[in-house]
């Protein structure tokens, strides 16, 4: 059996990413876990089952948005809560205790409940219509705050002092409380309900055992998820692989339940930094076997030098699907730039070269890619970039929204300012998509390039502009290099104004593309888990 046990924390707390609706979400969900989940699901690599050590009363609208709805899973929370339900239901807010004489006022954003004038409660709603929260008010001031678990119960009630968090309590889906957590960070068990519920091993099916809590109060709720998670892995066997996503979180209490346990450890983006963290090296040190999600991190692992004898290896969480874009039917030709990783020098020096490159193509537009979920990101980025261009000479109007300039309505449309600079702010997969789509190249000065751009050009067939070449971009094959921004004009025209170019690059990027499909990374998984399963020599790609 293969275990996954992912990293889907609220910042630093024991606690899910679920949020308002009405909030926009700051990042992506999609994750290496995520992606391996949707893999082997999809793929029926082999059996496997996801460990939450998180409080997560949504996960099942999590697990749906992320297209793995049936995959099975044990949550700590559950088994310190005793719950034993697994569907989803309906809650209705109107259904929930109110007092007498309430009054719902709905606000386009959330439900406020009035009593005899006051505000007494506000409900807040999840992307998906359902309750996840309310808010209970004294005077004005924030006294308790309830949340809502997607199987239609109270999960975890908060208690607020002076407007400020006294403790929490999480519930049994009867209501009954069964952990509580103070502010100072000390944990306490309901004396009363001392125990935790796990799965019966060698039983039937939904056969489940009591097990008491080993002390009434504990030092901090990591101490309590140890417990009960150690507990759940006496069931294991021996001969099981954990794939741990590594998280500065619970890289301590895993180094301590899983020691000598046969480990995967998976390395995602910029989730973790090696430098000082020395929990995370303990963890690693003990792996069967690392792998990073790209050629960047495994460097990282690479030098560190008590992680240097540890087999290891990179598999990209993403596959290549061939697929044609649409840049070609468009009229104009659309440079996409990604700039969150570009130092103000660099971008400066880019949008010089870029905007001369457009004087003389003036068929070319630059999209400026970003996946800040600011609100003012694009606002900010299209003023930076407007006081670059009058810098050195160009029109600022050249970088502005559509509809900005009053003096657009004023003027014949031949005569209007061109917007030749835009912004593209993208954090769902979904909407990367259909950005890249449009795109007939992709300039990446980064020191490291985004992946995912990168493996979605692969599968359009769009040529890549970079530093420096990696396993997604062959110089002279499906792209080129630039070392330096005086070199960005040649190397557009080349791929933008010789249609010969273009396809070569195309053709290129497709039989490129065959190498890093879904049955491609299949298989580098494969050799992952039986070189860890069976100890067998090194892993795929080992270094």
Same mark, same amino acid.
């Given at each position: 059996?293969?275990?996954?046990?992912?990293?889907?924390?609220?910042?630093?707390?024991?606690?899910?990413?679920?949020?308002?609706?009405?909030? /926009?979400?700051?990042?992506?969900?999609?994750?290496?876990?995520?992606?391996?989940?949707?893999?082997?699901?999809?793929?029926?690599?082999?059996?496997?089952?996801?460990?939450?050590?998180?409080?997560?009363?949504?996960?099942?609208?999590?697990?749906?948005?992320?297209?793995?709805?049936?995959?099975?899973?044990?949550?700590?929370?559950?088994?310190?809560?005793? #719950?034993?339900?697994?569907?989803?239901?309906?809650?209705?807010?109107?259904?929930?205790?109110?007092?007498?004489?309430?009054?719902?006022?709905?606000?386009?954003?959330?439900?406020?409940?009035?009593?005899?004038?006051?505000?007494?409660?506000?409900?807040?709603?999840?992307?998906?219509?359902?309750?996840?929260?309310?808010?209970?008010?004294?005077?004005?001031?924030?006294?308790?705050?309830?949340?809502?678990?997607? /199987?239609?119960?109270?999960?975890?009630?908060?208690?607020?002092?002076?407007?400020?968090?006294?403790?929490?309590?999480?519930?049994?889906? =009867?209501?009954?409380?069964?952990?509580?957590?103070?502010?100072?960070?000390?944990?306490?068990?309901?004396?009363?309900?001392?125990?935790?519920?796990?799965?019966?091993?060698?039983?039937? =099916?939904?056969?489940?055992?009591?097990?008491?809590?080993?002390?009434?109060?504990?030092?901090?709720?990591?101490?309590?998820?140890?417990?009960?998670?150690?507990?759940?892995?006496?069931?294991?066997?021996?001969?099981?692989?954990?794939?741990?996503?590594?998280?500065?979180?619970?890289?301590?209490?895993?180094?301590?339940?899983?020691?000598?346990?046969?480990?995967?450890?998976?390395?995602?983006?910029?989730?973790?930094?090696?430098?000082?963290?020395?929990?995370?090296?303990?963890?690693?040190?003990?792996?069967?076997?690392?792998?990073?999600?790209?050629?960047?991190?495994?460097?990282?692992?690479?030098?560190?030098?008590?992680?240097?004898?540890?087999?290891?290896?990179?598999?990209?969480?993403?596959?290549?699907?061939?697929?044609?874009?649409?840049?070609?039917?468009?009229?104009?030709?659309?440079?996409?730039?990604?700039?969150?990783?570009?130092?103000?020098?660099?971008?400066?020096?880019?949008?010089?070269?870029?905007?001369?490159?457009?004087?003389?193509?003036?068929?070319?537009?630059?999209?400026?890619?970003?996946?800040?979920?600011?609100?003012?990101?694009?606002? #900010?980025?299209?003023?930076?970039?407007?006081?670059?261009?009058?810098?050195?000479?160009?029109?600022?109007?050249?970088? /502005?929204?559509?509809?900005?300039?009053?003096?657009?309505?004023?003027?014949?449309?031949?005569?209007?300012?061109?917007?030749?600079?835009?912004?593209?702010?993208?954090?769902?997969?979904?909407?990367?998509?259909?950005?890249?789509?449009?795109?007939?190249?992709?300039?990446?000065?980064?020191?490291?390039?985004?992946?995912?751009?990168?493996?979605?050009?692969?599968?359009?067939?769009?040529?890549?502009?970079?530093?420096?070449?990696?396993?997604?971009?062959?110089?002279?094959?499906?792209?080129?290099?630039?070392?330096?921004?005086? =070199?960005?004009?040649?190397?557009?025209?080349?791929?933008?104004?010789?249609?010969?170019?273009?396809?070569?690059?195309?053709?290129?990027?497709?039989?490129?593309?065959?190498?890093?499909?879904?049955?491609?990374?299949?298989?580098?998984?494969?050799?992952?888990?039986?070189?860890?399963?069976?100890?067998?020599?090194?892993?795929?790609?080992?270094?």
């Amino acid at each position: 059996m293969l275990y996954f046990i992912p990293a889907w924390y609220l910042d630093h707390e024991w606690k899910e990413n679920e949020q308002m609706w009405h909030i /926009r979400r700051m990042r992506s969900e999609t994750d290496d876990t995520v992606k391996q989940i949707q893999l082997f699901q999809r793929n029926d690599v082999c059996g496997y089952k996801i460990l939450l050590l998180s409080h997560t009363p949504n996960l099942r609208h999590f697990l749906h948005r992320q297209g793995v709805f049936r995959a099975p899973y044990w949550s700590v929370f559950d088994a310190i809560q005793e #719950v034993q339900r697994s569907r989803q239901t309906l809650l209705s807010f109107h259904n929930l205790n109110w007092p007498k004489n309430i009054e719902f006022i709905y606000s386009p954003f959330a439900v406020i409940a009035m009593l005899r004038g006051e505000k007494y409660a506000q409900i807040e709603f999840g992307e998906y219509g359902n309750p996840i929260q309310v808010n209970l008010y004294v005077g004005g001031q924030i006294k308790r705050k309830n949340v809502y678990d997607d /199987r239609g119960f109270l999960s975890c009630t908060v208690v607020y002092e002076n407007g400020k968090k006294a403790y929490e309590q999480y519930l049994s889906e =009867e209501g009954t409380w069964k952990l509580c957590l103070f502010a100072d960070g000390h944990a306490a068990v309901n004396p009363r309900s001392a125990h935790y519920r796990i799965p019966a091993k060698e039983t039937a =099916e939904g056969a489940f055992r009591e097990i008491p809590f080993r002390k009434n109060r504990y030092a901090s709720v990591e101490e309590v998820i140890g417990e009960v998670f150690a507990a759940y892995l006496a069931n294991t066997e021996q001969t099981d692989v954990f794939c741990v996503a590594l998280h500065h979180l619970h890289s301590a209490l895993l180094e301590q339940c899983l020691g000598g346990r046969k480990k995967i450890i998976s390395i995602f983006g910029d989730r973790v930094s090696l430098a000082g963290d020395t929990d995370a090296v303990r963890l690693l040190e003990d792996a069967g076997c690392i792998v990073t999600d790209s050629e960047d991190n495994l460097g990282m692992v690479e030098r560190h030098p008590a992680l240097r004898d540890r087999k290891k290896t990179s598999i990209p969480p993403y596959d290549t699907r061939i697929d044609s874009g649409i840049s070609m039917q468009l009229h104009v030709q659309k440079i996409l730039v990604p700039v969150d990783h570009l130092t103000a020098e660099q971008l400066e020096d880019t949008v010089k070269v870029l905007a001369e490159y457009m004087e003389q193509n003036t068929d070319a537009r630059v999209h400026l890619f970003t996946r800040n979920a600011a609100y003012n990101r694009e606002t #900010v980025i299209l003023e930076q970039v407007g006081k670059m261009l009058e810098k050195n000479g160009f029109p600022s109007a050249w970088a /502005r929204k559509e509809s900005a300039g009053r003096f657009e309505n004023l003027l014949e449309e031949e005569e209007r300012m061109p917007v030749l600079f835009t912004v593209e702010q993208c954090l769902n997969e979904l909407s990367v998509n259909k950005c890249v789509r449009e795109q007939r190249i992709l300039l990446d000065l980064a020191d490291a390039p985004d992946l995912f751009l990168q493996i979605l050009c692969v599968s359009l067939g769009i040529p890549q502009l970079l530093r420096a070449p990696n396993r997604y971009m062959v110089p002279g094959k499906n792209g080129s290099l630039v070392r330096d921004p005086s =070199e960005v004009k040649e190397k557009l025209a080349y791929y933008l104004e010789n249609l010969t170019h273009w396809n070569r690059a195309m053709i290129h990027s497709y039989e490129l593309g065959k190498k890093h499909t879904a049955d491609s990374l299949i298989h580098q998984w494969k050799e992952v888990i039986n070189s860890v399963e069976y100890d067998k020599g090194a892993a795929a790609g080992n270094s």
